[in-house]
């Protein structure tokens, strides 16, 4: 039988750490990361480097003792792949190869590449291939240094220039007609944002692979893809959820909202990866509410988060309200998770995995449906009963009278949501009560 299965590559993990930059400050944990992205991408990792130094080296990051180390490892254990966890500039990349014999490449690269091969709809292969030519781009001159420098003198100078000139123009071609194209769609999805636009909308936020898939299935009996690796989701999911609202003693009424899954963040995600996910990631700034969902097993939580915070200002949703929902419950010691809740005193507390508080998850989305809302009065024609079953999706139905030239219904509703009343339709009248 033939064999089939993909040949791991035997990797090496480089990680250099400088407390004076704030760039390049790492934590050995950086490498475990750091790990389970390599082994998500498909390789096989047989040891890791860390080195501390205040003296950043320009031509290899690290230095040249080390530099020689990682060498004799890679000779002597047939490794094939060395990934840094600090980002490299070209110059950097071809020294560390002429030093190390093998294919040297950064975190950046290497998350590109996982997004490559979970990329399945056609936005989040172009949005893919954009980012990849975008980081290609300044890094072409490593690629055809042996054109013009393998033998030297008259004659060999030319040709490496001249690839070099032809592959930017076309990589500079093909990006122009990704952005065109990455526009279309993104004026597409604007089109369908508006569709949506009456409803409340909730996006699900937070670092790569603590739960946010799982928590949308819980709430909605979706079948979005789950697995346990980073950026097992990249395109967005959107699912409908159906909430009862109500006051104790009155009817209770089913309000639609929209809960949305997103692309994962991570520690340096790279900046060309976030511009051309932005059409992507605008479900985010347009929504309503934002679940940051954190993993209270990790011990890193508090920087995952700072590292959501960071990357929801760059895209622009940095002013949303948030409701911190500390996920993976089930797996937290009594001790840490009591000193959590100590320190987040208003978060939700749940395992989406094991179903655990989910009713208290949905009484706090439940309050953010109704804060701020205002008691209104709305008149309808005898049979308009299209805005009438609009009114019970936007808002909170307090009465409703079945008059001899009207329907009156009495309700409870946002000043954003009784806009959009106004703006969508026009066979009423309104006034506030």
Known sequence: ????????????????????????????????ELKFLAETAGAYVVKS????????????????????????????????LVIFENELGYTQ??????????????????ILDIFAS??????????????????????????????????????????????????????GRRI???????LRVSEQRKTQAA??????????????NVGKST???????????????LFATLDTSTRSLEISVGKRGKAKYPKKVLISDTVGFIKNLPHDL?????????????????????????????????????????????????????NKVDLTGDDVLDEIRSEFKVGVFISAGKGLNMKMLMERIKSELTVGNTDRILRLKPDDHKNLSLIYKLAEVRDVKYLKNSIKVTFSTSDRNFSRLKNLQESKELQDN
């Not at 950043?56 to 003792?65: A, E, F, P, V």
């Not at 122009?176 to 990455?182: I, P």
């Not at 709430?219 to 979005?224: H, K, W």
């Open 1 to 32: 039988m033939l064999e089939t299965a993909k040949k791991l590559e035997r990797t090496v993990l480089v990680c250099y750490s400088n407390r004076k930059d704030k760039d390049n400050y790492h934590t050995e944990e950086s490498l475990d």
């Open 49 to 80: 480097f860390f080195q501390e130094n205040e003296r950043y080296d320009s031509r290899y990051m690290i230095g040249k003792g080390k530099v020689t180390e990682i060498a004799e490892f890679v000779q002597d254990n047939e490794i094939s």
């Open 93 to 110: 990349l071809r020294n560390l190869e002429q030093k190390i014999k093998c294919k040297i490449i950064d975190k950046s690269n290497l």
């Open 118 to 171: 979970n990329a399945r709809t056609a936005q989040s292969k172009l949005q893919v291939e954009l980012a990849q030519l975008e980081y290609t781009l300044p890094r072409l001159t490593r690629q055809w240094t042996h054109l013009s420098k393998q033998f030297g003198g008259i004659g060999t100078k030319g040709p490496g220039e001249t690839q070099i000139e032809t592959d930017r123009r076309m990589i």
């Open 176 to 182: 122009s007609a990704l952005k065109e194209k990455l």
């Open 195 to 208: 569709e949506r636009g009456r409803f409340f909308r909730i996006s699900l936020v937070g670092y790569t």
């Open 215 to 229: 928590l949308l299935n819980s709430l909605t009996n979706a079948d979005v893809y789950v697995e346990n690796k």
């Open 274 to 326: 976030i511009e051309s996910f932005k059409s992507t990631l605008a479900e985010v700034v347009e929504s309503d509410l934002l679940l940051h969902v954190i993993d209270a097993s990790n011990g890193s939580f508090r920087e995952q988060m700072e590292v959501v915070r960071d990357t929801l200002e760059e895209i622009g949703a940095g002013g949303k309200k948030i409701i911190n929902v500390f």
